[in-house]
């Protein structure tokens, strides 16, 4: 009886370190404030995708986002009034991403952005688009901005993984999207199906 009650003492020991291992992998792989993948989830989920698009001879997609005037919300309505504003964006992103290998990451700050596996330039256009229409239809109020409430800057690009190009290649891609997007008035997505810096 004593080595039976040995035994299942280990076995339960075993089991709840397997359940501290899974949670503590999960902590790893999530952003602490909105609870969606953080940036190093997002870098290994774009590099597996990345090489599976490249076995496939498929497309891949990048979206990025910036919420608008950001700097202003924070400094009208303080630092926990802006944590609060990132939750929300976060699961108005999430809400318009319906298919179950795509992935919505924080990216850093304000910043957000999805890898879009086997997806073409309009089809994450599209995706954009109703992200957009989501962080506009929260409506939440910001004076700073032009039209009194927040909104979202995409930029989005799309390729075919080939050996001579690298994951980095297509962030740097979108994130230059995102950049004219800004500059054009922000609140609109970019496009672009070139990888190389203009």
Request: aromatic share 6%.
């Amino acid at each position: 009886l004593a080595k039976v009650r040995a035994m299942l003492r280990i076995v339960a020991l075993q089991q709840d370190i397997h359940e501290a291992h899974r949670q503590l992998k999960e902590l790893s792989t999530l952003d602490g404030l909105t609870g969606i993948p953080n940036r190093r989830h997002f870098d290994e989920v774009l590099d597996r995708e990345w090489r599976r698009a490249m076995r496939q001879g498929d497309e891949l997609a990048i979206l990025m986002c910036d919420i608008d005037f950001f700097k202003l919300y924070n400094d009208t309505f303080g630092h926990q009034a802006g944590d609060e504003c990132l939750c929300k964006v976060a699961q108005a992103l999430t809400s318009t991403m319906d298919r179950g290998g795509d992935l919505l990451a924080r990216y850093g700050g304000e910043e957000f952005v999805a890898v879009l596996p086997g997806t073409s330039l309009s089809g994450a256009s599209h995706v954009a688009a109703q992200m957009r229409k989501a962080v506009n239809d929260l409506a939440l109020e910001h004076p700073g901005s032009p039209v009194g409430h927040v909104t979202a800057s995409f930029g989005v690009a799309s390729a075919v993984a080939m050996p001579e190009t690298n994951p980095q290649d297509i962030v740097g891609a979108a994130d230059r999207a995102l950049y004219k997007a800004k500059n054009a008035g922000r609140n609109r997505v970019f496009q672009t199906s070139s990888l190389d810096p203009e």
